[in-house]
């Protein structure tokens, strides 16, 4: 059943619990009360069609669908949100932009008696994008999976880099920490701020750990083995997690190279 967040934003789960989604991943549907069209934010992963349903029956008639990055989880459902509600779908890539073109850095859009600004923050993918949403002097942040409701973000290596999630978590603070936080998996919060900041001390000390382990090691970031940093590093984190704790030390890693 979707739940009411803000005024302007309610969020319908869908039943996709695992190691990367959390308890599952969140749908946001964003409209100004009294609005007859709603936004949707990342339809969800494929085969949960009940989940796709839902999220149309409860947005009704959908303005436009915004995609906060390419992982499957948040995208894979959109070519049946597509085909319940016809509505253009926009995302930071020209791949998952339907109907209408590739979304700006910046760019305001106003919709569903909403004020959008969309804030391109990679690092967690190169495409990740977050939302700042406005409406009568309210404001919320929909981060995707750059901030999460609790535990901490995979940076993808793909194409994801721990420069780039320094530079989104400082503007983030910067520009949106008193607003609430709506993320793509786990709970609301009430401030940004916090969690923000938390999450940058969090990178700090986990970089500085895999520094200090690659010198018991005795390698160079050049030379060392992603898996024996994580067995160093992440020793007291269920092994479960170690391949999420992988990709992100891969990135680190990268990021070390590059100093």
């Known amino acids: 059943m979707p739940r009411e967040v803000t005024p302007f934003a309610s969020v319908v789960l869908c039943d996709n ?6 308890d599952g991943t969140n749908t946001w549907i964003l409209r100004a009360p009294g609005s007859p069209t709603a936004v949707v934010l990342d339809p969800g992963p494929a085969k949960h069609g009940k989940h796709v349903k839902k999220v149309a ?3 009704g008639e959908v303005e436009l669908v915004l995609i906060s990055h390419r992982h499957h989880d ?6 049946k949100m ?4 016809g509505a253009p779908q926009r995302a930071y890539t020209d791949e998952y932009s339907v109907g209408a073109p590739r979304l700006r850095d910046r760019e305001v859009i106003e919709a569903a008696g909403l004020t959008i600004t969309v804030l391109h923050t990679p690092g967690h993918t ?5 939302f700042l949403v406005e409406w009568e002097g309210q404001r919320a942040l929909l981060s995707g999976d750059t901030i999460l409701g609790f535990g901490t973000t995979v940076l993808d290596p793909t194409d994801g880099t721990l420069a780039d999630y320094f530079n989104s978590l400082n503007r983030l603070i910067v520009e949106a920490s008193d607003a609430a936080l709506l993320p793509a998996h786990g709970p609301d919060h ?5 969690i923000a900041r938390y999450y940058k001390t969090h990178r700090e000390e986990r ?3 895999i520094v200090a382990a690659l010198d018991d090691l005795g390698v160079s970031p050049e030379k060392a083995k992603p898996m024996k940093v994580v067995r160093s590093v992440y020793a007291d984190v269920d092994k479960k997690l170690w391949p999420a ?3 992100s030390v891969k990135a680190q890693l990268e990021y070390l190279r590059a100093l």
């Open 190 to 194: 009430p401030e940004l701020g916090p």
């Open 74 to 79: 948040h995208v894979g459902a959109c070519k």
């Open 207 to 209: 970089l500085a750990q």
């Open 126 to 130: 190169a495409d990740s994008t977050s």
């Open 245 to 247: 704790a992988k990709m």
């Open 57 to 59: 029956e409860v947005a």
């Open 17 to 22: 619990p695992g190691s990367f989604e959390l």
């Open 82 to 85: 597509r085909k319940l509600s």
